[in-house]
């Protein structure tokens, strides 16, 4: 039969629904009640007549007695078993009369579709056998409720097809649904139409025999869903045919939660942006090699550490949530805004030439300089802004990226608040940087470094007492490179620390040589440069470590720092150079007199040792004594020894002993030489 000629399901008149009920009401053969929770105690509100002749109240007591009286056998939270908002229940029960006698009963309890009231059914009991029976059955049946239909796991069960014989209370909850509404093929009204075909071929497959597994979306009866697994195993029921069992795992909040941990993995926790994950994802997503219209913007907030340092750092934190909503706003749809790190932002277009992706940085710059009021202060953001365009030469997204930072370099070094398109030069000499650095990187760990040593001399009689170890780097194609280059090199590039012990150890090792190779004859002491970057707490268990390995006593080392390493943090610098003085090592202050110490300061570190700049020892060939003279005098006045460095004539080592340096040190005196041979000019000193 075609649907259209499938007959319509007849509508029930009101009149006959009214006839029911009365019919049902005043009738002896069915005995009826109605039960509802009346403050918290679940009552009896209303019985027919033939509840009135089985329990022999009047019609006014029983509707107001508690059901726990009618059912005395049930106890506390049982009574719940019976009048249960899911489901239909069916128990054998003894119920109290108004006289006091128990009547064997079957109770049957269905509640409203409102889970409010429950109409509650008394059959007596036939016979003795008839009893028995029934009670047997109601035992089996409570045995599968406790198994079933109490458990928290979701389950259902057919015994045949698609059609459900039983769901249990966990089910129920989940849907928001009464038992009798699911079963039958009711329970797959509440599968999301999407995912029914899914479910419906795994159903078939399992009749078949074996197990299945479908993920599906429930949808339950206020409207929300939930996600859920849902596995099938077969079910073979003798005489009935095929069916299954089925459990349910919601896994809404799982789902919820991993979607919240890969969206925290990928995105900036003050801004919401996508961090430097995703936007290395994003661009190597849609970089096809040597195609163009990907364009990089990369911001830097010009003076946000001013911010920070004057507002503080949750007006910091206020301006980057701002200027991120601004780029936001500011883009076009479609258009990636990133959180690279700190105040650096990135910007990925597609679709765009050079002269669109400039448009977009000055837009940018226009939204970005609108006055936000931080700390009660009016404050107009500026950013340096590089740009870069893919071009045929860019072989991988991640070059790109760093393309586009090397024109924001450019940009900022112009003078701020500026926009730059990559210049091709500096991309070269970048890239070039790059590769310095890489190979700054290997030297270090292959110990490529080499140490020279000039020696220090004593003005009093001339003779050599220390050294000083000078790092030097021969590059296999370029030959030697300067310090000057490759020591700001590895400060920029986070290598210092590396390059720092490779010449602490080093010059270590050498002195132990030396001791071993010329006794006496060796030089007494060894002076070693730290870097500013090396200023922290690990440098004095550092050069603790490198006497120790190479059997040095502490008196044979002397630590260099420049005077202007020193004033950056003045207080944390004292404290470093006290746990190097209670090693025993001496310390000198490098440079002194070029930077811009407080002399006040200088009174309090603990220091042995002034070295006079060599710009200052180069000015006695013309005359001027002031400021070499003023340092040496300094440096007695404070209790300190002086070193001058740079000497380059015996004039220039006579006039600096006349003025009262302790110590000398230059290509007048002695030139750089290699470990070996400083212990071979050492020996020739001796002899």
């Given at each position: 039969m075609s649907a259209s000629t499938v007959p319509a399901e007849p509508l029930v008149s009101p009149e006959i629904v009214s006839s029911i009920f009365y019919g049902a009401a005043?009738?002896?053969?069915?005995?009826?009640?109605?039960?509802?929770?009346?403050?918290?105690?679940?009552?009896?509100t209303w019985g027919n007549e033939g509840a009135v002749q089985l329990l022999g109240y009047a019609l006014s007591d029983l509707c107001a007695l508690p059901v726990s009286a009618l059912v005395p056998t049930l106890r506390g939270g049982e009574i719940k078993l019976l009048l249960r908002r899911e489901r239909s229940a069916r128990m054998s029960l003894p119920v109290r009369t108004a006289s006091g006698a128990l009547v064997e009963t079957v109770v049957l309890c269905t509640p409203s579709p409102s889970g409010r009231m429950w109409t509650l059914r008394l059959v007596p009991a036939a016979n003795e056998q008839e009893r028995a029976l029934r009670a047997t059955a109601d035992a089996h049946e409570r045995r599968f409720a406790t198994l079933t239909e109490r458990s928290p796991?979701?389950?259902?069960?057919?015994?045949?097809?698609?059609?459900?014989?039983?769901?249990?209370?966990?089910?129920?909850?989940?849907?928001?649904?009464?038992?009798?509404?699911?079963?039958?093929?009711?329970?797959?009204?509440?599968?999301?139409?999407?995912?029914?075909?899914?479910?419906?071929?795994?159903?078939?497959?399992?009749?078949?025999?074996?197990?299945?597994?479908?993920?599906?979306?429930?949808?339950?009866?206020?409207?929300?869903?939930?996600?859920?697994?849902?596995?099938?195993?077969?079910?073979?029921?003798?005489?009935?045919?095929?069916?299954?069992?089925?459990?349910?795992?919601?896994?809404?909040?799982?789902?919820?939660?991993e979607a919240r941990l890969a969206h925290q993995a990928n995105h900036d926790p003050l801004t919401g942006l996508p961090n430097r994950t995703l936007l290395a994802g994003h661009v190597a997503g849609r970089f096809r090699p040597g195609s163009s219209g990907l364009a990089c913007l990369f911001l830097d907030l010009d003076n946000f550490k001013v911010v920070n340092d004057s507002l503080g750092h949750a007006a910091g934190d206020e301006l980057l949530v701002e200027v991120a909503a601004r780029l936001r706003a500011t883009v076009r749809p479609g258009d990636l805004v990133a959180r690279f790190g700190g105040d650096e932002f990135v910007v990925i277009c597609e679709g765009v030439d050079e002269a669109d992706a400039v448009t977009l940085a000055e837009r940018i710059g226009a939204a970005l300089a609108r006055p936000l009021r931080l700390g009660g202060v009016d404050v107009r953001p500026h950013a340096s802004v590089g740009v870069t365009v893919q071009t045929a030469e860019h072989t991988d997204a991640e070059e790109l990226i760093r393309d586009c930072d090397i024109a924001m370099y450019q940009a900022k070094a112009g003078g701020k608040g500026r926009i730059t398109v990559l210049d091709q030069q500096a991309r070269a000499e970048a890239r070039d940087k790059l590769?310095?650095?890489?190979?700054?990187?290997?030297?270090?760990?292959?110990?490529?470094?080499?140490?020279?040593?000039?020696?220090?001399?004593?003005?009093?009689?001339?003779?050599?007492?220390?050294?000083?170890?000078?790092?030097?780097?021969?590059?296999?194609?370029?030959?030697?490179?300067?310090?000057?280059?490759?020591?700001?090199?590895?400060?920029?590039?986070?290598?210092?620390?590396?390059?720092?012990?490779?010449?602490?150890?080093?010059?270590?090792?050498?002195?132990?040589?030396?001791?071993?190779?010329?006794?006496?004859?060796?030089?007494?002491?060894?002076?070693?440069?730290?870097?500013?970057?090396?200023?922290?707490?690990?440098?004095?268990?550092?050069?603790?470590?490198?006497?120790?390995?190479?059997?040095?006593?502490?008196?044979?080392?002397?630590?260099?720092?420049?005077?202007?390493?020193?004033?950056?943090?003045?207080?944390?610098?004292?404290?470093?150079?006290?746990?190097?003085?209670?090693?025993?090592?001496?310390?000198?202050?490098?440079?002194?007199?070029?930077?811009?110490?407080?002399?006040?300061?200088?009174?309090?570190?603990?220091?042995?040792?002034?070295?006079?700049d060599r710009s200052f020892v180069a000015e006695l060939a013309d005359g001027h004594t002031e400021i070499a003279s003023a340092v040496i005098a300094l440096a007695k006045n404070l209790g300190l020894s002086t070193v001058a460095e740079g000497v380059e004539t015996a004039e220039q080592a006579a006039e600096l002993a006349r003025l009262g340096a302790g110590f000398l040190q230059g290509f007048r005196l002695a030139q750089p030489m290699t470990g070996a041979a400083t212990a071979a000019w050492f020996a020739d000193r001796v002899r």
């Open positions: 005043v009738s002896d053969a069915l005995v009826l009640l109605v039960a509802e929770m009346v403050a918290g105690t679940p009552r009896l796991i979701p389950t259902l069960l057919s015994e045949q097809g698609m059609r459900l014989a039983h769901v249990n209370d966990a089910f129920c909850s989940l849907t928001g649904l009464q038992a009798e509404q699911l079963l039958g093929t009711g329970w797959m009204a509440v599968v999301h139409p999407d995912d029914l075909d899914g479910v419906i071929e795994q159903v078939v497959a399992v009749l078949g025999g074996g197990d299945g597994e479908a993920q599906a979306r429930l949808v339950r009866d206020d409207g929300t869903e939930r996600t859920t697994v849902i596995r099938f195993a077969h079910l073979f029921t003798p005489g009935v045919g095929a069916g299954f069992v089925g459990t349910i795992e919601d896994i809404t909040d799982r789902l919820a939660f590769r310095l650095v890489t190979e700054l990187r290997q030297a270090i760990e292959d110990r490529a470094i080499t140490l020279l040593y000039q020696p220090i001399f004593s003005t009093a009689d001339g003779t050599p007492v220390a050294v000083e170890s000078l790092a030097r780097w021969q590059h296999a194609e370029r030959g030697a490179i300067s310090p000057a280059t490759f020591v700001a090199l590895a400060e920029d590039s986070g290598l210092i620390s590396g390059l720092g012990l490779l010449v602490l150890d080093e010059t270590c090792r050498q002195l132990a040589e030396w001791d071993a190779a010329l006794g006496v004859s060796a030089p007494g002491r060894a002076n070693v440069n730290v870097s500013a970057l090396q200023l922290d707490g690990n440098l004095a268990q550092q050069v603790a470590d490198a006497l120790a390995r190479h059997g040095l006593h502490a008196s044979r080392l002397s630590v260099e720092i420049t005077e202007s390493a020193l004033m950056k943090d003045p207080a944390s610098a004292r404290e470093v150079l006290t746990e190097l003085r209670a090693l025993g090592v001496q310390l000198a202050i490098d440079d002194f007199g070029t930077g811009y110490s407080s002399l006040a300061y200088l009174r309090h570190l603990p220091v042995d040792c002034l070295k006079v």
